[in-house]
């Protein structure tokens, strides 16, 4: 029987003590083996730890703004700031006002050009022909301060007493000499009516954001020409100013009309005047405007009125109202306006009055064309 020896047991945890801390050591040293070579490759290859267009965002040091953005130490403020003003939107008429400028009926000289046409007629058709040649030497409507030449003209004919045959040419552009080599067929033109019937010539200036404005016109009674059959004959006339451009010293007020016949109103909008009479010792005038609908009978439905603009005789107002129209609508309404001077310590007096009814032509534009809006020059009785 063997004998139990205390001293060999002891020895033999000694060494199972010394092989675990020898394999524990060994593991880590292992460890620390595999993370040494991983940071080394990772040192080596980056890209392929990081996808090709990641974006690292880095923390700054400046303040954040609304929204999250950073703010910039620029002392300007940031668009984005509860503190910064919006920029004002300007209307693109504005903007081609500041660069041009529209020349009043007053400021247009007396001589406004001329044109030339040829006639013949056919007896046996009924048949006068017009032709249209050309103008000369027309003046311009629109100042610009570049020089350019901003009148677009074209030419309006029509039989009178019968208002008959109206018909008119293309636009030319940017000149005052335009060719336009036109030639226009009226059909069933009587004897009687070549004894005593006349043509209107009228030259027109186009305007794209406004309504059109008569440069020039000129009449030729037919009965002073020698007409022959297949025998043309030219003619040269001057152009005359229309009876309407003589301008009283009251001044003219631009308006514009847009009427709604879906919600039965009328939107007026008072754009400015110009060239207003003087009503103080300096001369310049504190004028507002007055607006007032009214029904035929003179009785009054609505009444608004503009701001007062100080010591000008030109003022621009740029203000719109809304009228709510009666049932018989526009047809039988009035539009009645009064530039009134404004004083302080007696009693305000009128500058000058338009009226506009259903035979204004104003009125049967805005009526022909509903939801759209026309402006048109007024001239102050």
């Not at 950073?70 to 504005?94: C, F, G, H």
């Not at 030729?220 to 297949?230: C, K, N, S, T």
């Not at 503009?306 to 719109?320: D, G, I, K, Q, W």
Request: net charge neutral; glycine share 6%; charged share 20%.
């Amino acid at each position: 029987m063997p004998h139990y020896q205390p001293g060999l047991a002891k020895s033999a945890g000694h060494e199972w003590f010394y092989l675990g801390i020898g394999g524990a050591v060994g593991l880590a040293a292992l460890v620390a083996v595999a993370a040494l070579l991983a940071v080394r490759k990772r040192r080596q290859y980056p890209s392929l730890l990081l996808p090709p267009k990641q974006v690292i965002a880095v923390r700054g040091g400046f303040p954040k703004g609304p929204g999250g953005l950073k703010q910039s130490p620029s002392p300007l403020q940031s668009p984005l700031s509860n503190d910064s003003t919006p920029s004002p939107i300007v209307p693109l008429q504005t903007l081609l006002e500041d660069r041009t400028r529209k020349l009043s009926p007053s400021e247009l000289p007396s001589e406004r050009g001329n044109i030339s046409f040829t006639l013949s007629y056919d007896p046996h058709t009924l048949t006068l022909l017009v032709s249209i040649i050309n103008c000369r030497n027309l003046c311009e409507m629109v100042v610009s301060r570049d020089g350019q030449c901003l009148l677009d003209p074209y030419v309006k004919l029509q039989l009178l007493p019968e208002r008959e045959h109206r018909v008119k040419t293309r636009i030319v552009r940017s000149t005052t000499n335009p060719v336009y080599e036109e030639q226009f067929a009226m059909y069933g033109v009587t004897h009687e009516q070549v004894n005593f019937a006349t043509l209107h010539f009228q030259v027109v200036a186009f305007d794209r954001y406004s309504r059109d404005t008569v440069v020039g016109e000129c009449v030729y009674r037919l009965a002073d020409a020698e007409l022959q059959v297949h025998n043309e004959m030219r003619v040269e006339l001057p152009l005359l100013p229309r009876a309407t451009d003589t301008v009283a010293a009251r001044g003219e007020l631009l308006l514009s009309l847009t009427y709604q016949p879906a919600f039965n109103n009328l939107t007026v909008v008072v754009l400015k005047a110009r060239g207003l009479g003087g009503r103080n010792d300096a001369g310049t005038a504190d004028p507002f405007v007055k607006l007032y609908l009214r029904k035929e009978s003179g009785e009054r439905i609505a009444k608004k009125r503009t701001h007062v603009r100080r010591s000008t005789l030109n003022p621009v107002y740029n203000e719109s109202f809304v009228f709510e129209l009666p049932e018989d609508r526009l047809d039988h309404s009035v539009i009645d306006l009064q530039v009134i001077n404004h004083d302080r310590v007696n009693r305000n007096d009128v500058i000058g009055r338009a009226l506009l009814n259903m035979e204004d032509s104003h009125v049967v534009e805005v009526l022909e064309n509903p939801g759209r809006q026309v402006a048109q020059w007024h001239h102050l009785d």
